[in-house]
């Protein structure tokens, strides 16, 4: 991600930032630790993939920018 924006979620194998259509994922709910994990997950999965599967997780307020 050279001259673009710094990502500290890296992708494997080559554990470069993951570059995608999302700046950021931020996920509300009472478990914090499963919120930061989800979060992580559907960031690196980008935009149309993140919105498909956050379909299944309806106790959680999810903001995709």
Do not use: H, Q
Request: glycine share 10%; net charge negative.
């Amino acid at each position: 991600n050279l001259g673009g924006n710094i990502v500290a979620i890296g992708s494997r194998p080559a554990g470069y930032s993951v570059n995608n259509d999302l700046d950021s994922v931020t996920i509300v709910s009472k478990e914090g630790k499963r919120c930061d994990a989800l979060s992580t997950s559907l960031f690196v999965m980008g935009k149309n993939a993140a919105i498909d599967y956050s379909t299944m997780f309806t106790c959680y307020e999810l903001t995709f920018i």
